[in-house]
């Protein structure tokens, strides 16, 4: 029996054999685009893309097989909004990881179909009880566009009369079959900061393996990445604008069994590659200015 939110959601933004709202088995209203035989699923907590189905072809984004909608914590998996900071709060720790709209229900704006594509844009803002955590005003939209590829632009738009900087991160999960078996291009010759050596900076030279964690906010980089999915014989492409740097993670076996959250192994079968605006790469925004985060992904 659907929720009345999501009747409503329905009944006002539903369009036929494109967009549709329903409540999703971990717990929240979602929204799903379709088109020619591919599917996108977004929890309307933090706007958070849990799922992409190309058409006939294995799911992209990697999902906790543990995690539920509504609770205080934010679902693993998918692609997580990191916003208005990436990773810890510059100044205070004790601030939640990655800001504090992953865990907020969004609003959504406006649905679109066409021949090309199905579309759903969701926003939210800063509420005068968030000055505790983050004193500036602003909205974030986010905007989820499914064709053959699927297009996530997170657009910032400084509604209050000073200007501020911020950090952020669309925090892909990309699925993969074994991540013994990942290469990972895009990032030769770029510095980066390793999170593992107290954030030393470092320069990384090739293609990019995984034989333990890896934690690395990269930085200067604006080009495309490539997740070569080697027991799977499948190539993720992905590509992006409004940023400068991008991050990659795996947990490895001991950080994965201490998050807990992650099943059995979870590690071998999911690797990150954000799409961030991080480290050394902070948007300052005018009063009345807008910043675009956007990633499109697709099967090379
Ligand atoms: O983007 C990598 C990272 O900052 C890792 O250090 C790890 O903390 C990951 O994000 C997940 O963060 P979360 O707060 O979702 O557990």
């Keep these: 029996m659907p929720t009345a939110l999501t009747e409503t959601l329905e009944h006002r933004y539903g369009i036929a054999d494109a967009v549709s709202f329903r409540d999703s088995p971990l717990g929240g209203p979602i929204v799903r685009l379709e088109h020619r035989g591919a599917s996108a699923e977004i929890a309307l907590q ?22 539920r909608l509504g609770t205080a914590k934010p679902v693993r998996g998918g692609i997580p909004v990191c916003w208005p900071w990436f990773a810890a709060h510059p100044d205070d720790p004790a601030k939640p990881a990655h800001g504090f709209m992953r865990t907020r229900l969004w609003d959504v704006v406006t649905t679109f179909a066409s021949g090309g594509r199905a579309r759903v844009t969701l926003r939210t803002a800063t509420a005068p009880d968030d000055a505790r955590l983050w004193p500036h ?48 291009d895009g990032f030769d010759d770029l510095a980066y900061l390793d999170k593992l050596d107290g954030h030393a900076r470092k320069h990384w030279h090739g293609p990019i393996r995984f034989e333990g964690e890896v934690d690395r906010v990269y930085i200067g980089h604006t080009g495309a990445a490539e997740i070569r999915d080697e027991a799977a014989e499948r190539t993720i492409r992905i590509e992006k604008s409004g940023s400068a740097s991008s991050v990659v993670w795996n947990p490895w076996i001991e950080k994965c069994n201490r998050l807990g959250d992650m099943g059995p192994e979870g590690y071998r079968t999911m690797v990150c590659v954000e799409t961030a605006n991080a480290g050394d790469d902070v948007v300052t925004l005018a009063p009345g200015a807008t910043h675009t985060l956007a990633a499109t992904l697709s099967i090379a």
């Design 137 to 184: 005003d602003a909205e974030a939209a986010l905007e989820v566009s499914l064709a053959t590829g699927l297009h996530v632009a997170l657009t910032t738009r400084n509604t209050g009369a000073s200007a501020f900087r911020f950090t952020q991160a669309l925090h892909t999960y990309f699925a993969v079959r074994d991540i013994a078996r990942v290469r990972v």
């Design 46 to 67: 933090g706007a958070q893309v849990l799922g992409w189905m190309p058409a006939g072809k294995a799911p992209v984004l990697w999902l906790s097989p543990t995690e």
